[in-house]
């Protein structure tokens, strides 16, 4: 899974759909591919190239292809591993060709069924079972491709977007999208199709982002979408692609404006990654599998705001995947003697990829015996992606602000993923896995209303203008979140502030507090809230001023003292991912009353890539 581009035209496409795979390079991919229809001479080909797109542009260069119709395809090895025979499109009886991101559960099944048809399978892949399925139904319904792919797609079971031609039905390109985005690109005689709008930035800027479950059909002049059966009509929205990621929009800052796009990129995170009730952990690779059968036990290795990503999953690792996990901070692991113990998995963090520490750790972590490593990163080109065994991509998009704060979410969310993945091996239900996993389909939608907090938070910042230190306390897995927070405050408004577990009050911190010091509890309403509202009674009785994000139904409310913030109810599980939303908030609108330098605070660095 990985990028997907197509295009009708009157002119020919191969250049723009290799320009659209290259504007797709930042996802990661091990291959690409591409098909087009000759109408000239009704002949469909097809090239392929197993590494960078320039490969398959020297492909071309050689053996060059025309075309007005047009599928093509950046591959991430899920099943099957990378090879020219796995790589997309795949094609059918030399007749239809399709692409396709996502996982289909249920290919093993629907692979029987056609190969008792007389369809031969020429690579390892789930993909292949839908462009022979078409092609059957084809041919079986006497029906054209548009209605061809409705069919199939109802017997499909997965996360899916695929790209559909046939070269003999060249006047249209059919699409379809379930858990895997895709947009249609409008063009002025001729359109297109991506996975991301990104890679049609060079010839379009009017694009229709398809919803859950649309199908459609794209013609030179027009496009036809369905939904559940019925034809729907979808907005069309014009974007300034080239710049959209570096253009602040609405937004002053950079980093409030990746504040707000959270809900955008965990979605992007998730998607093809999880199904309706299950976890697709296909789509972490094939090297993943092999891997992951093996882990008695974890160690994360990780700087900074990925150190705490790494804390908060080691909670996930130990309470629901039922794995002993440790977490290092990169800069110490290569100077103490590390006892690795048997079948333990290496797992880094980076958002660049490129942070000198963690590579160094990785490098040091490879002599040592671990079972495999795995990387969780945002920049697909990256070193400590290349050398690691695997790595499962975040999905943040370019981070400006120096402050992490997408990146975090999307690496929690990641890391979640990946716990998953273990507990599925260590006696998780198929019952607690639906659940988590509605839980996460959920997730975008509760970041979106913990978002709607921002001018209530506004208010509470105005309070912290003339502070010159913060506590904030968290408990269990919500400790590591109030780390985050003042990483956060510190980083860009410069007031000291520091993280405790509230159980640790007694043991030194509350020697600081009065009324100049506020104190910022995240309070989520679990197993640790009684012993948390003892904590905060221990800081009024000492004259300090409490902020408490709390949920709705924790029962803590406004009084003398306390100014309490309602946090939208979420589970236990995605709890640590949206309490860390209003902590941003109040370090973002902290600095700007201050007037602080938010995007680029000073002795700051985006990448660290010195030890």
């Known amino acids: 899974m990985c990028g997907i581009v197509g295009a009708i035209a009157e002119r020919q496409i191969?250049?723009?759909?290799?320009?659209?795979?290259?504007?797709?390079?930042?996802?990661?991919?091990?291959?690409?591919?591409?098909?087009?229809?000759?109408?000239?001479?009704?002949?469909?080909?097809?090239?392929?190239?197993?590494?960078?797109?320039?490969?398959?542009?020297?492909?071309?260069?050689?053996?060059?292809?025309?075309?007005?119709?047009?599928?093509?395809?950046?591959?991430?090895?899920?099943?099957?591993?990378?090879?020219?025979?796995?790589?997309?499109?795949?094609?059918s009886t030399e007749s239809i060709a399709v692409v396709h991101n996502g996982i289909i559960e249920n290919h093993l099944e629907l692979k029987g069924v056609l190969l008792r048809k007389g369809y031969a399978f020429e690579s390892d892949t789930d993909t292949e079972v839908i462009a022979h399925l078409i092609h059957a139904i084809t041919i079986e319904k006497n029906l054209r491709l548009p209605d061809a792919v409705k069919a199939a797609i109802a017997q499909l079971h997965g996360a899916y977007g695929i790209a559909v031609i046939d070269k003999s039905d060249p006047t249209c390109l059919v699409c379809a999208r379930s858990g895997s985005p895709l947009v249609i690109g409008v063009g002025i005689g001729e359109n297109f199709i991506a996975s991301d709008p990104a890679a049609l930035g060079q010839v379009t800027d009017r694009f229709i982002y398809l919803e859950e479950g649309d199908i459609a059909q794209i013609t030179l002049t027009s496009w036809r979408i369905w939904n559940n059966g019925k034809e729907v009509s979808r907005e069309m929205n014009q974007i300034r692609q080239d710049n959209d990621e570096v253009m602040k929009g609405k937004y002053r800052h950079y980093m409030q404006k990746e504040i707000h796009e959270q809900p955008a990129v965990?979605?992007?995170?998730?998607?093809?990654?999880?199904?309706?009730?299950?976890?697709?952990?296909?789509?972490?690779?094939?090297?993943?599998?092999?891997?992951?059968?093996?882990?008695?036990?974890?160690?994360?290795?990780?700087?900074?705001?990925?150190?705490?990503?790494?804390?908060?999953?080691k909670h996930w690792f130990e309470?629901?995947?039922?794995?002993?996990?440790?977490?290092?901070?990169?800069?110490?692991?290569?100077?103490?003697?590390?006892?690795?113990?048997?079948?333990?998995?290496?797992?880094?963090?980076?958002?660049?990829?490129?942070?000198?520490?963690?590579?160094?750790?990785?490098?040091?972590?490879?002599?040592?015996?671990?079972?495999?490593?795995?990387?969780?990163?945002?920049?697909?080109?990256?070193?400590?992606?290349?050398?690691?065994?695997?790595?499962?991509?975040?999905?943040?998009?370019?981070?400006?602000?120096?402050?992490?704060?997408?990146?975090?979410?999307?690496?929690?969310?990641?890391?979640?993923?990946?716990?998953?993945?273990?507990?599925?091996r260590n006696g998780m239900t198929a019952a607690q896995e639906e659940q988590y996993v509605a839980d996460l389909n959920q997730l975008p939608a509760i970041m979106e209303l913990a978002l709607k907090l921002d001018n209530e938070i506004l208010k509470l910042a105005h309070d912290f203008a003339e502070k010159h230190n913060a506590l904030f306390l968290g408990r269990g897995i919500q400790y590591p979140v109030a780390m985050e927070g003042a990483l956060k405050l510190k980083e860009i408004s410069y007031i000291h502030a520091e993280a405790y577990p509230a159980g640790e009050l007694k043991h030194g911190p509350l020697a600081l507090v009065d009324s100049e010091m506020p104190v910022i509890t995240v309070a989520p309403n679990n197993e640790l809230l009684e012993k948390l509202k003892s904590n905060l009674q221990e800081v009024r009785a000492r004259g300090g001023q409490l902020y408490v994000f709390a949920d709705a139904n924790a029962g803590i409310s406004n009084e003398p003292g306390i100014k309490v913030l309602n946090v939208p109810h979420c589970s236990d599980f995605l709890a640590p991912i949206i309490y860390t939303i209003p902590l941003q908030l109040l370090s973002y609108h902290v600095a700007v009353i201050k007037g602080t330098d938010v995007d680029q605070p000073r002795n700051l660095a985006k990448s660290v890539t010195v030890e």
């Open 319 to 424: 309470n629901i995947a039922r794995v002993p996990c440790t977490v290092e901070i990169a800069s110490e692991y290569r100077y103490r003697k590390i006892l690795v113990p048997a079948n333990c998995l290496f797992v880094t963090i980076s958002q660049s990829g490129e942070t000198a520490d963690t590579l160094a750790a990785l490098r040091y972590a490879k002599k040592l015996g671990y079972v495999g490593h795995i990387a969780v990163c945002n920049v697909a080109s990256s070193t400590l992606v290349r050398e690691s065994d695997v790595a499962v991509m975040t999905f943040a998009g370019r981070e400006i602000g120096v402050a992490s704060t997408k990146a975090f979410t999307t690496q929690l969310a990641v890391l979640s993923l990946i716990a998953l993945a273990l507990a599925r």
């Open 14 to 91: 191969t250049d723009i759909l290799v320009e659209g795979l290259r504007r797709l390079e930042y996802r990661g991919y091990d291959s690409a591919g591409l098909a087009v229809v000759d109408c000239d001479k009704s002949l469909l080909q097809t090239i392929k190239a197993v590494g960078k797109v320039q490969a398959l542009q020297d492909e071309i260069t050689a053996h060059p292809v025309r075309g007005t119709l047009g599928i093509a395809h950046t591959r991430w090895a899920t099943h099957g591993k990378p090879s020219h025979r796995n790589a997309h499109p795949h094609i």
């Open 266 to 313: 965990l979605r992007n995170t998730l998607q093809g990654r999880i199904g309706k009730t299950r976890l697709l952990e296909e789509s972490f690779g094939v090297a993943a599998k092999e891997i992951l059968d093996k882990v008695h036990t974890v160690h994360i290795v990780a700087c900074g705001t990925s150190s705490h990503a790494g804390m908060v999953a």
